[in-house]
Each structure stands twice: as C-alpha cells, then as structure tokens.
C-alpha cells in the first residue's frame, strides 16, 4: 500500500516549468490545494484520500532527492515499497505515463539519489515520459521547458497522469 508520495522536481523559478519538474507538476495538477511546510528539506503535505498519505517535494536540487525523501520516510516510519515516485523519464516517448516497480534507473539522478538513501531500487515510480532530445545533450533537454506544441496538450497529459496516479492508489 502507498503511504508516501514523492514528486521530483528542482527548486527555483528558472526550473518551474522544465521537464525535470514535471514530477511537481503533476503533484500540483492532483493536489493544488495541499497545504504545504518545511521540514526534511523540502515540503511536505499530509492529505486524507480517503486514507492518510504524505505527499513530499525534495527541495534540495534533482541529484540530492534522497536525502529529503530519506528524512520523512523515516520520521513516519515509511518503508521503501510503501513508497511512489513521481519523475520525468527519457525513455518514454512524450505524453506516455508507466508504473514501475524497482528495475533500471534510466540514469535518472534523482533516482539514483534514492536508491542510494533508500538502500534498494525497490520503490514504487510514476514515469512521465519526455522522450529524448533529438539532438543536444540530454542534461539541456531535462533542464529545457517544454516545447510550444508540448505545452499546447500537458494539461491534458497531466490530466491522463493525475488518472494514473489515482489508479495506483
């Protein structure tokens, strides 16, 4: 059973609406009216959906996520495997939504990060797909903001991912 929710993301306004926050995003289309603290270096939300879950967003940068996720697993007493993630996914074409359970982390950062702080790739994950970059690198284009024509349908997208992330609880 999921008890705790993580959306990755980077803090600060030049981050807002890039790929790598689209974990926050997401968190925001679902949630837009949790009410938010300070604690274990990012915020945190308890909200009652019927049962009570905790809802986290590190606010140290993508590839320190773990240390955030780390400090309120353990102040409630939250194991790996009662945990999702929610994060942007190269490997996914744009606009497609997974479940996953453990396996491979893509060279995502902030998944590394957990697993590292978490002791096990055994964590539950939502994976927004981005696609990659057709040319560049791939750090600009996690970094970058969506596209005009991406913009165009991610509310949608998100709608379709708020959907999902129902469905997995």
């Given at each position: 059973?999921?008890?705790?929710?993580?959306a990755l993301?980077?803090?600060?306004?030049?981050?807002?609406?890039?790929?790598?926050?689209?974990?926050?995003m997401?968190?925001?289309?679902?949630?837009?009216?949790?009410d938010w603290s300070?604690k274990?270096?990012?915020?945190?939300?308890?909200?009652?959906?019927?049962?009570?879950?905790?809802?986290?967003?590190p606010?140290t940068?993508?590839?320190?996520?773990g240390?955030s996720?780390r400090?309120?697993a353990?102040?409630f007493n939250i194991?790996?495997?009662?945990?999702?993630?929610?994060?942007?996914?190269l490997?996914?074409?744009?606009?497609q939504?997974?479940?996953?359970?453990?396996?491979g982390l893509?060279?995502?950062?902030?998944?590394k990060s957990?697993k590292?702080?978490l002791?096990?790739?055994?964590?539950r994950?939502?994976?927004?797909?981005?696609?990659?970059?057709?040319?560049?690198?791939?750090?600009?284009?996690?970094?970058s903001?969506?596209?005009?024509e991406?913009?165009m349908?991610?509310?949608?997208?998100?709608?379709?991912g708020v959907?999902?992330?129902?469905?997995?609880l």
């Amino acid at each position: 059973m999921i008890r705790l929710i993580c959306a990755l993301g980077n803090p600060g306004r030049e981050y807002a609406l890039t790929r790598h926050n689209y974990g926050w995003m997401l968190l925001a289309r679902w949630r837009p009216d949790a009410d938010w603290s300070k604690k274990f270096k990012g915020e945190y939300a308890t909200i009652h959906d019927p049962r009570k879950l905790i809802l986290v967003k590190p606010l140290t940068l993508m590839n320190l996520s773990g240390e955030s996720l780390r400090a309120a697993a353990d102040f409630f007493n939250i194991e790996p495997e009662e945990i999702l993630i929610l994060h942007d996914d190269l490997e996914l074409p744009f606009g497609q939504i997974e479940p996953k359970l453990g396996g491979g982390l893509g060279g995502h950062n902030g998944l590394k990060s957990i697993k590292q702080h978490l002791g096990t790739p055994d964590f539950r994950r939502l994976r927004l797909g981005i696609g990659r970059p057709r040319h560049g690198s791939v750090s600009n284009h996690v970094l970058s903001r969506f596209s005009k024509e991406e913009e165009m349908v991610l509310e949608t997208i998100l709608d379709r991912g708020v959907n999902k992330l129902i469905a997995l609880l």
